[in-house]
């Protein structure tokens, strides 16, 4: 059966989302990984996806594409995934320094989702991806209302993040929303 657009998606424990209006960018240098994301993306019916296997290339599509989400990779040949966090945040890419920015990575160990963290991304995926983790990354990012942050040496998204399961990110947000 063919998805209907609009049709909302879940994954057991998540909360439904309709995603099917985002703009997601992938940039991965290894074309399987970036094959591998859209194919979840689209199992999610997200129709509007762009990608990049070239960091030095990576800023110019991104400024094209004017996603609101970009999965990235950390560890690519000529500019790591952080440096384009970095340009992303400060502002002087051209992009919009707000984006909602998920790493994907396969080094997603303590010290690297600590660098990442403090370099402004909003959330860290350990590769392999399955449709259940990249869909949970997805929710968290687009129902973050974490203030975002410029100060002295960090702008991103405020790193006192609580550790909310994602089931109940909805039911706490309406909750706010009612009151």
């Not at 340009?87 to 920015?101: F, K, L, W």
């Not at 997603?108 to 660098?115: P, S, Y």
């Not at 949970?136 to 942050?149: I, K, S, Y």
């Amino acid at each position: 059966m063919a998805p209907s657009a609009g049709r909302k998606v879940y994954s057991r424990n998540l909360p439904a989302l309709d995603l099917s209006a985002l703009r997601i960018f992938v940039l991965d240098d290894n074309e399987f990984a970036v094959t591998l994301v859209k194919r979840l993306l689209t199992a999610m019916r997200i129709s509007e996806m762009f990608s990049c296997s070239n960091p030095e290339r990576a800023l110019a599509e991104i400024t094209h594409a004017k996603p609101d989400i970009v999965i990235l990779d950390l560890e690519m040949p000529g500019k790591h995934g952080l440096d384009l966090v970095h340009e992303i945040r400060t502002g002087r890419s051209g992009v919009r320094e707000d984006m909602a920015i998920l790493v994907a990575s396969a080094y997603a160990d303590r010290e690297q989702v600590r660098k990442a963290s403090d370099a402004g991304t909003n959330w860290v995926l350990a590769k392999p991806l399955s449709f259940r983790h990249l869909y949970e990354g997805l929710v968290r990012v687009t129902l973050d209302d974490r203030p975002f942050v410029r100060a002295d040496g960090y702008i991103g998204p405020c790193r006192r993040v609580h550790m909310t399961p994602p089931e109940q990110l909805v039911v706490k947000r309406r909750q706010t929303d009612l009151s």
